[in-house]
């Protein structure tokens, strides 16, 4: 049970951090594509692909913190 525990709170906080990194991600994309720059644009790209993917790690550990 107290695995599960620790899992949850990780998951919730790192989620939480995520959720910051996806929107000043957006917010730096729309700054790129103000000034034109597709490489920053590409490369935003990339990071919001990586925390979009950790979300799923992250719902994939809640999962298993609420089996426990």
Request: glycine letters at 6%; aromatic letters at 6%; hydrophobic letters at 50%.
């Amino acid at each position: 049970a107290s695995l599960g525990q620790l899992a949850a709170g990780v998951a919730h906080d790192f989620n939480n951090l995520l959720g910051i990194i996806l929107n000043y991600t957006a917010f730096a994309t729309d700054r790129a594509n103000e000034i034109d720059d597709d490489t920053m644009t590409a490369d935003l790209v990339r990071v919001r692909v990586a925390a979009e993917r950790a979300v799923g790690l992250t719902r994939q550990l809640l999962s298993f913190a609420a089996a426990r």
